[in-house]
């Protein structure tokens, strides 16, 4: 069997290739080429999404990360990218001032409590004693962790928030 080429197609190929032309919109040829290239998007595979599922994000859920459970309410969070928290559990920025404020307070308030304490009834037992400075110490080292982590969220959430205004510039042009 002699190969196949455009010569020797047929009559039907060249017939149907007129048909198709005239069915051919010109205009969408036209105005493809004025798509910007940041709205083209590569994709593996040919799928349209829904409204619905745009919406509600639904290939973002439930997608298998680990062997193991996923912490309380992770899949009600977008899962972006770019978020604009590191922990958007723990709120806002003010939040977390409050949050800082509350622990100050209240490893304050103990503080007091205990000296007080000690003050109105001197132990001089000294195992009641050694394990009430255990217990403030250990209050004092819980206190400074929490601090640190507060203070380190913050710090990240500062950056997020550059990167994001980063990105948004390079977006723009």
Known sequence: ????????????????????????????IKEARAIAPQT???VTQPVYPTEFEVLFELSKRNIPW??????????????????????????????????????QAKVQAQSEKWKEEQDKEPTSDPNKKFLQ??????LEKEKK??????????YLDKDITDMNSRRTQYQRG
């Open 1 to 28: 069997m002699p190969a196949r080429t455009i010569d020797n197609l047929g009559l039907d190929a060249s017939s149907r290739y007129a048909e198709d032309q005239k069915h051919l919109d010109e205009k969408i």
């Open 40 to 42: 083209i998007i590569d």
């Open 66 to 103: 680990a062997e193991f459970a996923a912490p309380k309410k992770y899949n009600e969070q977008k899962k972006r990218l770019f978020t604009h928290q590191t922990i958007p559990s723990l709120g806002s920025p003010d939040k977390k001032e409050s949050q800082i404020q509350k622990i």
């Open 133 to 138: 400075e255990r217990k403030f110490e250990q």
């Open 145 to 154: 962790i929490l601090m640190k982590l507060f203070d380190n969220v913050l």
